[in-house]
């Protein structure tokens, strides 16, 4: 059978395997359809059926989390932990707490995780989970009861050697507190180096907070620079007023670009004076309010709940709310007002075919396992410093930061002409670059 025949027919079966998962359908899709090339160099991959064993998480945990709310009321929510691939360290990925969560979004999110990690070069497997809660309106002692329930059941699977957990959507650095306080209380020691995104006083590494954004912002000068362009004077555009928004912002403005629009989940602000980053922090980071909020403090910006934050015209646009955020329409749109670069801040918040339009438009585009794995390849330093018992100053973090950033863009485009491609095409470089580091873990362990 040829290796296209082949792919189309693992792809049916995990499919038929996995129904009413879209979200992991289309992040398997995004990856098989990448790996022709790779499996013709490596016929072997097909007879130990690496896909397939790729495909199927390691372990996957659901459970159970009751807690009592601020009434008095018991609460009962969902909880997973999708422990995808151990090949090539310990299972690493976020936590997400948001009400949509489900098990086929977590499996989607571990499975970006596996190559995103292994692109990192650093000794981490691929890991995600959450639960479908709803921090929003919640007050404190609801969140920390809910933190010390998820944990209760979830420690037993963790381990510095074994899973360790980060923030993601919902779980910032007040949630690993939390988190990390339980795990302590049950196992009766102090592992630092079970939780990454700690915070700085207690095991955290400096730069954590903002590695994400910050990366994708490389990852963004990196791709600019192979057209001769860099980020000063730019327009930019970022999606999201969250973690890693908020510094995509702070690196855009700190390299003379301007972010005149941002977002959350009730709509967009334009702000053509350029977003004031201390007032969207008061607003998001202390204030946990709606981005309205930054309107009323600021007469000169705008608020909108009409289209997308995609309309406002911009240079460069960086998706890092959640998946599947800017679709078809925002494409054309972004397009049409002659975006140069999108770099995904998110976890494929680019539709299929939004990507599809901007190839077409010879738009450089970052995918998000290339573009935000800054966040993990920090964690991964994060676990470094914690085995060592050493703290590195920010300075020195942000440097290895940038390094990691720079080689993830030059191997992949060297795997993308290696394998066939353009060198801009970063979607065939990082999925190729990824699985072959994985793939050629995996063959040494044996069927295991
Ligand atoms: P946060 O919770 O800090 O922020 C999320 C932001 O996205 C908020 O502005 C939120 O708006 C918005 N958002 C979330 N869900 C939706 C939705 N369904 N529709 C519209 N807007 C939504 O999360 P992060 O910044 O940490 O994560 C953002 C993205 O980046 C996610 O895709 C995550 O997987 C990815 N990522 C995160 C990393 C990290 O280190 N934190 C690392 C790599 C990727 P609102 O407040 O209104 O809900
Ligand atoms: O999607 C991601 O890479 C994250 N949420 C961060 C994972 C981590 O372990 O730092």
Same mark, same amino acid.
């Given at each position: 059978?040829?290796?296209?025949?082949?792919?189309?027919?693992?792809?049916?079966?995990?499919?038929? +395997?996995?129904?009413?998962?879209?979200?992991?359908?289309?992040?398997?899709?995004?990856?098989?359809?990448? %790996?022709?090339?790779?499996?013709?160099?490596?016929?072997?991959?097909?007879?130990?059926? /690496?896909?397939?064993?790729?495909?199927?998480?390691?372990?996957?945990?659901?459970?159970?989390?009751?807690?009592?709310?601020?009434?008095? @009321?018991?609460?009962?929510?969902?909880?997973?932990?999708?422990?995808?691939?151990? !090949?090539?360290?310990?299972?690493?990925?976020?936590?997400?707490?948001?009400?949509?969560?489900?098990?086929?979004?977590?499996?989607?999110?571990?499975?970006?995780?596996?190559?995103?990690?292994?692109?990192? $070069?650093?000794?981490?497997?691929?890991?995600?989970? $959450?639960?479908?809660?709803?921090?929003?309106?919640?007050?404190?002692?609801?969140?920390?009861?809910?933190?010390?329930?998820?944990?209760?059941?979830?420690?037993?699977?963790?381990?510095?050697?074994? @899973?360790?957990?980060?923030?993601?959507?919902?779980?910032?650095?007040?949630?690993?507190?939390?988190?990390?306080?339980?795990?302590?209380?049950?196992?009766?020691?102090?592992?630092?180096?079970?939780?990454?995104?700690?915070?700085?006083?207690?095991?955290?590494?400096?730069?954590?907070?903002?590695?994400?954004?910050?990366?994708?912002?490389?990852?963004?000068?990196?791709?600019?620079?192979?057209?001769?362009? #860099?980020?000063?004077?730019?327009?930019?555009?970022?999606? $999201?007023?969250?973690?890693?928004?908020?510094?995509? /912002?702070?690196?855009?403005?700190?390299?003379?670009?301007?972010?005149?629009?941002?977002?959350?989940?009730?709509?967009?602000?334009?702000?053509?004076?350029?977003?004031?980053?201390?007032?969207?922090?008061?607003?998001?980071?202390?204030?946990?309010?709606?981005?309205?909020?930054?309107?009323? !403090?600021?007469? #000169?910006?705008?608020?909108?709940?009409?289209?997308?934050?995609?309309?406002?015209?911009? @240079?460069?646009?960086?998706?890092?709310?959640?998946?599947?955020?800017?679709?078809?329409?925002?494409?054309?749109? %972004?397009?049409?007002?002659?975006?140069?670069?999108?770099?995904?801040?998110?976890?494929?918040?680019?539709?299929?075919?939004?990507?599809? /339009?901007?190839?077409?438009?010879?738009?450089?585009?970052?995918?998000?396992?290339?573009?935000?794995?800054?966040?993990?390849?920090?964690?991964?330093?994060?676990? +470094?410093?914690?085995?060592?018992?050493?703290?590195?100053?920010?300075?020195?973090?942000?440097?290895?930061?940038?390094?990691?950033?720079?080689? /993830?863009?030059?191997?992949?485009?060297?795997?993308?002409?290696?394998?066939?491609? !353009?060198?801009?095409?970063?979607?065939?470089?990082?999925?190729?670059?990824?699985?072959? +580091?994985?793939?050629?873990?995996?063959?040494?362990?044996?069927?295991?």
């Amino acid at each position: 059978m040829s290796v296209l025949g082949y792919i189309e027919d693992v792809y049916a079966e995990i499919c038929r +395997r996995n129904p009413t998962e879209s979200e992991f359908h289309q992040a398997v899709a995004e990856v098989l359809h990448s %790996l022709a090339p790779a499996l013709h160099a490596h016929p072997e991959y097909l007879e130990s059926r /690496i896909i397939e064993r790729l495909c199927e998480p390691e372990r996957q945990i659901v459970f159970r989390i009751p807690w009592v709310d601020d009434h008095g @009321d018991v609460r009962v929510n969902r909880g997973f932990r999708v422990e995808f691939s151990s !090949a090539l360290g310990p299972y690493k990925g976020g936590l997400r707490f948001h009400p949509s969560v489900n098990l086929g979004i977590v499996k989607f999110l571990g499975f970006e995780q596996i190559f995103k990690n292994a692109l990192t $070069g650093m000794a981490i497997g691929g890991g995600k989970g $959450g639960a479908d809660f709803d921090p929003k309106g919640r007050s404190d002692g609801e969140v920390m009861r809910f933190c010390q329930s998820f944990m209760t059941e979830l420690h037993r699977h963790l381990g510095e050697r074994t @899973d360790v957990p980060a923030g993601d959507i919902g779980v910032g650095s007040r949630e690993i507190g939390f988190l990390f306080g339980q795990y302590k209380r049950i196992t009766n020691r102090f592992e630092a180096g079970v939780l990454t995104g700690k915070p700085v006083a207690w095991g955290g590494s400096h730069v954590r907070t903002e590695a994400t954004g910050y990366g994708a912002v490389y990852f963004a000068q990196e791709m600019l620079a192979t057209r001769g362009k #860099t980020l000063d004077g730019r327009r930019a555009v970022v999606s $999201g007023s969250g973690n890693v928004a908020v510094y995509a /912002i702070e690196k855009v403005q700190a390299l003379g670009g301007s972010v005149v629009a941002c977002s959350d989940s009730s709509g967009y602000v334009v702000d053509e004076n350029g977003i004031d980053l201390d007032l969207l922090k008061e607003v998001k980071e202390i204030r946990r309010a709606r981005l309205s909020a930054y309107v009323e !403090a600021r007469p #000169t910006a705008r608020f909108s709940d009409r289209g997308t934050v995609f309309d406002v015209p911009c @240079d460069v646009a960086l998706p890092c709310a959640t998946q599947n955020e800017l679709g078809e329409q925002d494409a054309v749109a %972004l397009v049409k007002n002659g975006v140069l670069a999108v770099a995904e801040g998110a976890n494929m918040p680019c539709t299929p075919e939004a990507v599809g /339009i901007f190839r077409e438009a010879d738009v450089l585009f970052g995918p998000g396992k290339a573009a935000n794995a800054g966040g993990v390849a920090t964690s991964a330093l994060e676990m +470094r410093q914690n085995a060592s018992r050493d703290q590195w100053t920010f300075a020195e973090t942000e440097d290895r930061l940038a390094t990691v950033m720079r080689q /993830i863009h030059a191997q992949s485009r060297a795997a993308a002409e290696t394998y066939g491609g !353009a060198p801009d095409d970063y979607v065939l470089g990082a999925n190729i670059t990824g699985f072959l +580091r994985v793939a050629e873990a995996m063959t040494a362990h044996g069927i295991v």
